[in-house]
């Protein structure tokens, strides 16, 4: 099994519906993130969690929202979805300390 | 803040030759690592290789090594032989022990047989 699973794997979705990204780390890990990563572009933070309790913004968090359920557990929730939000969504998890990123295997949305 | 750059949107190498891919970083923190992944067209996200700030020799892993010079605030990655496997993008990373995870925009490689 994967450390990082995200689910849905891919998803297609109506404009205005509400959809939800799930993640769950088995790696043990406080830091949780969400990118987004648009054809040919880098991966844009949208948000991350240094531990349940603490959620911060990235830099285009705007129409997304996050959960922290639990250590393992972080969830992306697009409240009104549109058409521009149709991305590659990485979540990723990290230890304390200058480690690197585990990824999931991404989730593939595309917003109609 | 912290803040990636890549200068080099695409790059093409001859099959067998060795390329240098472009990276430099900017941080506050003197404790950081660095790190380099390899995204195919398949889309995962693929782990190379990782330098720490305080380590004094540059990171190998097989065919990739890492240029690091700290004073300049470049991670120069450099694939050795390269094969048509190669053709992917790379990105360039940074973390810090209290900031979060930075990525570049990324370097597109196209391997030429």
């Known amino acids: 099994d994967a450390d990082v699973t995200q689910t849905p794997r891919n998803r297609i979705t109506k404009t205005g519906k509400r959809i939800m990204l799930e993640c769950s780390q088995t790696?043990?890990?406080?830091?949780m993130y969400w990118y987004r990563q648009d054809p040919g572009l880098g991966l844009r933070l949208i948000y991350y969690?240094?531990?349940?309790?603490?959620?911060n913004k990235g830099e285009i968090s705007d129409g997304y929202s996050v959960s922290r359920q639990a250590q393992a557990k972080f969830s992306l929730s697009l409240e009104s979805a549109i058409p521009n939000q149709t991305a590659l969504y990485f979540c990723?998890?990290?230890?304390?300390?200058?480690?690197?990123?585990?990824f999931g295997q991404g989730t593939r949305l595309t917003v109609v | 803040a912290q803040k990636i750059t890549q200068t080099q949107p695409g790059m093409f190498v001859q099959e067998k030759e060795a390329v240098t891919l472009d990276c430099t970083y900017d941080?506050?923190?003197?404790?950081?690592?660095l790190f380099w992944y390899k995204q195919p067209s398949s889309g995962e996200m693929i782990f190379l290789i990782y330098?720490?700030?305080?380590?004094?020799q540059n990171a190998t892993e097989g065919r990739y090594s890492l240029n690091f010079q700290k004073a300049r605030k470049s991670a120069n990655l450099v694939i050795s032989a390269s094969q048509l496997g190669d053709s992917a993008m790379y990105f360039c990373a940074i973390s810090t022990s209290y900031d979060k995870v930075i990525f570049g925009p990324g370097t597109s490689l196209s391997v030429i047989p």
């Open positions: 969690s240094f531990d349940v309790k603490d959620i």
């Open positions: 941080t506050s923190d003197q404790s950081y690592g």
């Open positions: 790696k043990g890990h406080d830091r």
């Open positions: 990723a998890t990290s230890a304390w300390g200058d480690t690197e990123a585990f």
């Open positions: 330098q720490g700030s305080y380590d004094e």
